[in-house]
C-alpha cells in the first residue's frame, strides 16, 4: 500500500508539472487554434532568467522567499515579452493562411530560440538553486512528499481555478471566448482581436515562466533542450484531456502522469513511454477530440 | 480537426525519435594528404610506420591528435639517431573511420611495407582492416579502439591497444562494490543510450558470472524525463543496497538527489560519463559520497606534462581526444622495435608483451590479449566537492 501511494504521488508530482506546461498550450490553442510548439522554449527562457537573477540576487544577499518571489516576477515579466513578440513576429501575419503555415512557423521558432539560448548562455546542464524552502511542517512526510512537489501540485490546482474563473467572469475572458468561437463575428462587435491573442500570449508566457521556475526547482538543473522534451509531454497531456479544454489539460497531464508512474512502478521503466503513448492512442480512438474536448461542429 | 491532432501528434513523435538518432557520416573520397607528403624512400634505410585513422569528416577530431602525436615522437627519435641506426618514416592514411575505407586504407600501408601501424581510430574501421594486417603480419595499435571483440575474441593476435576496453569500467564497478563495499544487491540502472545501456550490460553479465551479487532490479530510464521519482522508489522497494548506474551526468543528478531526498540509504556507483565536474555543480550536497570509475589520473605523470607541453608550444592549444594515448602507442611501437633490435613481425610482438615501457599513461605492456596493463580504470569518489581517486 504503501509502495502504491508512493507511485500515486510521484505521478501526482509529474502530472502536475506537465499541467503546468499543459495549461499554457491549451489555452492559446482553445483561442487561436494554433498549436504553439514555441511553449516549451518559452518555459526554457523562464527558467533561464529565474536562474540568472536569483544567482544576481544571492549575491546580494537576500533571503531565500525574496529570491524566489523576485525570479519569478522577473520570469514572468521576460516570458511574457518573449511570448508577445513570438506572436507578432511568427504567428500574427499567416493569421489568415492555412492551418499548416502557422505550425510550421512555431516549430521554426521552437528550433530557433533553442539554439539562441544555445548560442547566448552555453550547452552545458546549469543546476538550479533550491529556491522553495523545506517547511517544517512537511518534515515528517518530506521523504514521500517534499516540499517543492506540495509546491508545484498546489500552484497547478490554483492556476487552473483562477484561469477557469478568468475565462467565465472576467471581460477580457469574455472576449476570449467570443474569439475563440469566431473571429470576424467578435470583430464586429467591436472586440479587439489583435488585443485578446496579445493578451492569451501574455497569459500562457506567464505560467509557462511559472512553470519554468516550479519545475527547475524540483529538478535542479537547466539546459537549452529542456523546453522541448518537456514540450512535447506536455502537448501530449493537452491532446488527451481534449486540448482547448483548461481542466482538461490538467486532467490530461495527470493521467499522463500516473500512467508513467505505475508502468515504471509495476511493469518497467523502460517502456513508461510506450504506455505513456499507447494510452494517447486509445483515448484518441474512443474519444476523438480528448476527454474533456468539445467534438467541434463544422460550420456550413 | 481530428486529422490535424492526429497529424500534430505523430509528427511530435517523429521529431521526438528523430532526435535520438545520430546524423549519419557523410560519404567522403578518402585520401590523406599526409600520405602524399611522406617522401617515398628506399626500404632498407628507413622504418616505416603507418598512422591510420579518421582524419577527414566528422570524426576528424578523434583521429588528428594520433597524427600530432606520432610526428612529435617520431621528430623526437629522429634527431637522437633514429631508430636501429635507421631514419624513422610516417606514412599517414585517412579512413574516415569507415569499415570500407579503412580496408584500401590497410592495404596501402602494406604496400609501402610498414613495419607497425598506429591505428585505426573506431572500433569498426579497426575490425575491418585486421584481416588485411594479420594476413601482411603487421602489429597494430590502436589509440582508441575500445570494442571488446578486438581483445578478447582471440581472432587478431596482432592487435593491441592503449587504451582500456568497455567493459572495464563494469568489471571495475562490479568488482568494487563486491570486493571493497562488500554488498550483496545491486539495482542496475541504465539510460538506453549506447553508453549506457552497454556497461548496464557488461555489468549485468559479470555479476551473473561471478554469482556474488544479486541483481535485483535492472532497467533503464528515459534520458531527460522530468522527474525520477517513480524509479527511485522501485529501487526502494527491490532492496537494493547499491545503484549502478550507466549513462551520463544529467540523469544521475536527479537520481542521486532524489535517493537523498527520500533517506535512503543506497551506494551509487557509476562511469566516468557521471565523472564529470558538473554533476558535482549539478547535484551539490548530494553527490557527497558517490562513486565513478574514469581513467587513472595522469596529470602529474612527468611524460604526460611533456607531450601536452610540445602540443601546447606547437599548436598554442592544448592537444584533442587520445593524445596521450596515441603518444603511448607510438612510444610503445618504437621502444618495441628496439628492444627487439628487429622489424620482425613474431620479435616485435613478443617485446611489447614482455617489455614495460615509460608512458604517459604510466608504466605499461601488454597481455596475451593485446590490452594494456596499466592502462587501467580507477574508482574515485566525491569528497568535499572534487572526485577524488580511491585507492
Known amino acids: 500500500m504503501d509502495y502504491f501511494l508512493e507511485l500515486f504521488l510521484g505521478g501526482l508530482t509529474r502530472g502536475s508539472i506537465y499541467a503546468l506546461i499543459a495549461l499554457g498550450y491549451t489555452m492559446v490553442y482553445g483561442i487561436v487554434q494554433l498549436i504553439n510548439f514555441a511553449h516549451g522554449e ?13 544567482s544576481v540576487l544571492t549575491i546580494l544577499g537576500l533571503n531565500s522567499i525574496a529570491i524566489l518571489v523576485i525570479a519569478t516576477a522577473a520570469a514572468i515579466v521576460y516570458s511574457s515579452a518573449y511570448g508577445y513578440t513570438v506572436e507578432k513576429i511568427a504567428y500574427k501575419p499567416l493569421r489568415n493562411a492555412p492551418r499548416l503555415s502557422p505550425l510550421i512557423s512555431a516549430i521554426g521558432m521552437s528550433i530557433f530560440l533553442q539554439n539562441y539560448v544555445l548560442l547566448a548562455q552555453t550547452s552545458d546542464f546549469l543546476p538550479f538553486p533550491r529556491l522553495i524552502p523545506e517547511f517544517a511542517f512537511m518534515e515528517p512526510v518530506s521523504h514521500i512528499f517534499s516540499s517543492a512537489e506540495l509546491v508545484i501540485v498546489s500552484t497547478t490546482m490554483i ?15 469574455k472576449a ?18 489583435d488585443r485578446v491573442i496579445s493578451v492569451t500570449f501574455i497569459i500562457g508566457s506567464s505560467l509557462a515562466a511559472l512553470g519554468g521556475v516550479l519545475i527547475a526547482n524540483h529538478i535542479g538543473q537547466i539546459n537549452f533542450y529542456i523546453g522541448f522534451i518537456a514540450g512535447i509531454k506536455a502537448f501530449t497531456a493537452a491532446v488527451l484531456g481534449g486540448i482547448g479544454s483548461i481542466p482538461g489539460a490538467v486532467l490530461g497531464a495527470l493521467i499522463l502522469g500516473w500512467t508513467e508512474s505505475f508502468a515504471t512502478g509495476y511493469v518497467s521503466s523502460d517502456y513508461e513511454d510506450v504506455f505513456a503513448f499507447a494510452l494517447l492512442v486509445l483515448i484518441l480512438i474512443f474519444r476523438p477530440a480528448g476527454l474533456l474536448g468539445k467534438a467541434e461542429t463544422k460550420k456550413v | 480537426m481530428k486529422k490535424l491532432l492526429l497529424f500534430a501528434v505523430l509528427a511530435a513523435m517523429f521529431v521526438f525519435a528523430g532526435c535520438s538518432q545520430k546524423p549519419k557520416e557523410e560519404a567522403k573520397p578518402a585520401e590523406a594528404p599526409a600520405a602524399e607528403a611522406a617522401a617515398p624512400a628506399a626500404t632498407g634505410d628507413v622504418i616505416k610506420i603507418g598512422v591510420a585513422g579518421a582524419h577527414s569528416g566528422d570524426l576528424a577530431s578523434y583521429g588528428l591528435p594520433s597524427v600530432k602525436a606520432a610526428e612529435f615522437v617520431v621528430k623526437s627519435i629522429n634527431d637522437k639517431g633514429g631508430l636501429l641506426g635507421k631514419k624513422v618514416e610516417l ?31 573506431c572500433s569498426g574501421a579497426t575490425k575491418a582492416a585486421m584481416g588485411t594486417y594479420l594476413a601482411a603480419k603487421i602489429p597494430v595499435m590502436s589509440p582508441s579502439a575500445t570494442s571488446p571483440e578486438l581483445t578478447k575474441s582471440g581472432e587478431y593476435p ?56 544479486e541483481i535485483v532490479l535492472y532497467e533503464g530510464i528515459t534520458p531527460g524525463a522530468v522527474d525520477y521519482s517513480a524509479i527511485v522508489q522501485k529501487i526502494k522497494q527491490s532492496g537494493a543496497e547499491a545503484v549502478l548506474y550507466g549513462g551520463y551526468h544529467p540523469e544521475a543528478a536527479k537520481i542521486v538527489t532524489l535517493l537523498a531526498k527520500k533517506k535512503m ?24 559520497g558517490v562513486y565513478a570509475t574514469g581513467p587513472k589520473d595522469v596529470s602529474k605523470n612527468p611524460l604526460a606534462i611533456e607531450a ?15 593524445y596521450l594515448n596515441a603518444y603511448t602507442a607510438m612510444l610503445a611501437i618504437t621502444n618495441a622495435i628496439e628492444k627487439a633490435g628487429s622489424t620482425d613481425y613474431d620479435k616485435l610482438t613478443n617485446a611489447l608483451r614482455t617489455e614495460d615501457v615509460e608512458t604517459p599513461i604510466g608504466k605499461i605492456k601488454f597481455d596475451e590479449k593485446g590490452d594494456a596493463i596499466g592502462a587501467e580504470f580507477s574508482v574515485y569518489q566525491v569528497k568535499n566537492g572534487v572526485y577524488v581517486e580511491v585507492q
Open chain 1, 42 to 54: 518559452i518555459y526554457m527562457i523562464g527558467a533561464f532568467t529565474a536562474l540568472i537573477i536569483a
Open chain 2, 158 to 213: 596482432n592487435f593491441f591497444r592503449t587504451i582500456a576496453p568497455d567493459d572495464s569500467q563494469a568489471r571495475l564497478e562490479i568488482d568494487y562494490i563486491t570486493n571493497v563495499l562488500k554488498l550483496k544487491k545491486i539495482a542496475i540502472i541504465h539510460d538506453k543510450g549506447d553508453y549506457g545501456k552497454g556497461l548496464a550490460e557488461f555489468a549485468k553479465g559479470f555479476a551473473e558470472a561471478d554469482k556474488k551479487l
Open chain 1, 176 to 193: 476570449m471566448r467570443a474569439t475563440a468561437q469566431d473571429k470576424t463575428m467578435a470583430l464586429l462587435i467591436g472586440i479587439d482581436v
Open chain 2, 91 to 121: 606514412v599517414v592514411v585517412d579512413d574516415v573511420c569507415k569499415p570500407e575505407v579503412a580496408v584500401s586504407s590497410a592495404n596501402k600501408l602494406v604496400s609501402e611495407h610498414v613495419v607497425a601501424v598506429l591505428g585505426h581510430i
Open chain 2, 308 to 322: 601536452t607541453k610540445k602540443h601546447k608550444d606547437a599548436y598554442g592549444e592544448d592537444p584533442g581526444a587520445f
Open chain 1, 159 to 173: 492556476v487552473m481555478v483562477l484561469l477557469t474563473l478568468f475565462i467565465k467572469f472576467t471581460n477580457i475572458g
Open chain 2, 265 to 288: 540509504n543506497v551506494k551509487f556507483v557509476s562511469d566516468d560519463g557521471v565523472k564529470d565536474d558538473t554533476f558535482i555543480k549539478v547535484a551539490g550536497q548530494y553527490a557527497e
